[in-house]
C-alpha cells in the first residue's frame, strides 16, 4: 500500500477490486520478505521446468539458491528465469461457484540471473539467504568453508521487473442476485506456522535449542 | 512410500536420505491430494512465467484453472507445461550453514494440457476442482451456469510423466565432525492450517456458517 495508487472507495476496495495488481515496490518487498521458499521456472530443452528453492532478498538483488537449477543455467546462461513466490492467506466461499476465489499474496520477479562467483558477494548472498530462511543461524552455526562455498550454486537477480498481486476481502458476490439465495458466504483464513523444535537424534539428551529457534516456535510464517 | 522400492537401512534412510526422489504412483497421489494450489509454469515469448492457481485431481487426470494461463495456451496450443506442487514442512537446522535445508513434499508433472471444452468433462473437472479446494461447496452453493462454464477456462493435465521428491529427517551433519561443536540441531516444523471462518458482512447478522465449513476451521491443510 503506497500514497501514489489510485483512492479507492470502500465499495470498489470490497467488492469490485479483491484481486488488485501493484506495481508498488513497497508491496513487492513486503511480499518477498514475508517468505524464503520460491518456484523457480527455467527452460529446459525448450520447455518450462518449475522447481522450488530457497530465496532471500538484499536490498535490490533477490538471491537464489541455484544448484536445482544448475544444469539449465550451463546450458543457457542467457535464458531469462521466473521467480514466484505466493502466500495462500484463504479460501473465499462465494455464494456461487463461480466466484470461488482465494485470498492470496504472490510476487513474480523476471530476469536473466547471474551466477555470483565472487566470493566475497557469493557469503554475503548465502548469508541473507540463511537469515531470511532462519533468523540467526548465520551467526550460530559453523559458516561455509571455501570447498563449501565453491560447491553452492548461488544466483542474483535484480528486483527490476516484477508484478505484485494482492486478493482479499469478502466474495464479490454480496450485492448480487445470488445474495437472495440465503447462502453462507465468507472467507476461510489459512495460515502458516511454525511448530516446536524437534531436536535430532543424534544430540546429547536434554539439549535445549537456542533462543533464536525458541523464539519462533508457534510463530506465524507468511 | 510403497513396496515397490529398494530397501533402506534406518541409517541410510536418516542420515543419506534426507531427500528422496520417488517414481511411486502412490506418493506422487498423496502429494497432489495434500493441496489445491499448485505453480503452473508456461512459455510466454520464448520466457518462463510462473503462475499460482487451483488444481484438483481426478484417477489419472490433473485439473487446471487456466485462465492465468489463457493467453499463452492460445498463442502455443502445443506447448508443453509443468505443474508444480510443493508442501513446506520444516526447516532442517544443521550444525553447519551448509547442511541446512528443508523438509518438503513436492511433485512436478510435464505435458501437453488439453483445454475441456465438452461440458459435461467441464463440469465434472471444475467439481473436482471445487471440491479438492473445499469440500462440500460443490453440492452447497449455486453451481455454474451454461455462460459461466463457457467463461472458464479448465485444462486437463495426464498424470503420465512426473517427479516427486520427499525429504524429511534429521540434519545430515550428526556423525560429521561438525558434532564436536556442540551446537543445536534439529528440524523446525512448519504447519499450514485452516482459521475461524469470516462471514461475508453482507450476510445477515449471526449467520452461522454450514456444518463443512465449521468442520475445516483449525484443521490441517498439506
Known amino acids: 500500500m503506497t500514497t501514489d495508487e489510485l483512492p479507492v472507495t ?23 520478505a514475508a517468505g524464503f521458499i520460491c518456484h523457480l521456472g527455467v527452460l529446459v530443452d525448450g520447455s518450462p521446468r518449475v522447481m ?23 546450458a543457457a546462461p542467457d535464458a531469462e528465469i521466473c521467480v514466484t513466490v505466493t502466500h495462500l492467506d484463504g479460501i473465499v466461499l462465494a455464494r456461487s461457484v463461480f466466484e470461488h476465489s482465494f485470498d492470496y499474496r504472490s510476487a513474480m520477479v523476471y530476469g536473466v540471473p547471474r551466477p555470483v562467483t565472487d566470493p566475497r558477494e557469493k557469503l554475503r548472498g548465502l548469508r541473507t539467504l540463511t537469515e531470511q530462511c532462519a533468523p540467526g543461524q548465520w551467526e550460530y552455526a559453523r559458516q561455509p568453508s571455501r570447498k563449501e562455498l565453491a560447491a553452492t550454486t548461488l544466483l542474483a537477480l535484480e528486483l527490476t521487473e516484477a508484478s505484485v498481486k494482492i486478493s482479499a476481502g469478502p466474495p464479490d458476490d454480496g450485492d448480487s442476485p445470488d445474495a437472495a ?30 533462543a533464536h529457534i525458541r ?4 510463530g506465524a510464517l507468511g
Open 215 to 218: 523464539a519462533r516456535a508457534g
Open 10 to 32: 470502500d465499495r470498489t476496495r470490497l467488492r469490485r477490486l479483491r484481486e488488485k495488481g501493484s506495481r508498488s515496490r513497497a508491496d513487492l518487498d513486503a511480499v518477498l
Open 52 to 74: 522450488p528453492t530457497a530465496y532471500g532478498v538484499d536490498g535490490d538483488t533477490l538471491y537464489l539458491h541455484g544448484s536445482v537449477a544448475a544444469r539449465s543455467l550451463l
Open 181 to 210: 439465495l440465503g447462502l453462507w458466504a465468507g472467507n476461510l483464513p489459512v495460515t502458516s506456522s511454525f511448530g516446536t523444535p524437534v531436536p535430532d537424534p543424534a544430540l546429547p539428551p536434554g539439549m535445549e535449542p537456542p
